[in-house]
């Protein structure tokens, strides 16, 4: 009975022993990898602590993410953390192309990148993103329009404003050219 606990509530059920091990929390993580951020010239995008004290960390730089500066944030934590305390799966990595971005960071990353915003409100605007600030981004692009006195539809390009209040996801388009 040294693997598990009987339950007195309900009768015969078993509680596995597992559960009783100590639950690491979000902010024990970033205590551990905070020195970090400033040493890879990184920044956090997101970090989970799921059941079973499985760790999910997604890092990213200005200047890209490399295997090594992956490894760093593994190592740092995984030097602190003691299996036989506290049993943890854990995963390091940068964000996907295809995942919307989640930090104001990403924004500055992918300026000059053709991206797609979807707002709370409006219409989706695909284009170039050539500016972001502490209250939203611009994106230019280029659409064919009716000019008063002419034949022929005219290619304008248009820049758009946008505030990260309403802005519901942002991703950036992935092109092959």
């Known amino acids: 009975m040294h693997n598990e606990i009987r339950r007195k509530r309900r009768g015969n059920e078993k509680f ?10 979000k902010q024990q993580i970033e205590i551990l990898i905070q020195d970090k951020f400033e040493e890879h010239n990184c920044f956090l995008v997101e970090l989970q602590v799921g059941e079973g004290n499985a760790i999910s960390l997604e890092i990213d730089s200005l200047d890209g993410i490399t295997v090594e500066k992956c490894m760093a944030f593994s190592k740092a934590i995984e030097s602190e953390l003691d299996r036989e305390v506290e049993d943890f799966e854990l995963q390091v990595s940068s964000p996907g192309l295809d995942k919307p971005f989640r930090v104001a960071q990403q924004y500055q990353k992918n300026i000059g990148r053709d991206v797609k915003v979807v707002p709370v409100d409006g219409v989706v605007v695909k284009g170039e993103l050539i500016e972001v600030d502490e209250n939203g981004v611009m994106v230019e692009y280029s659409i064919k329009e009716k000019i008063e006195g002419r034949k022929k539809k005219e290619t304008i390009v248009k820049q758009e404003r946008i505030s990260f209040n309403n802005i519901k996801e942002t991703t950036v388009i992935i092109s092959f050219k």
């Open 16 to 25: 596995p022993f597992s559960l009783l091990k100590k639950m690491i929390i």
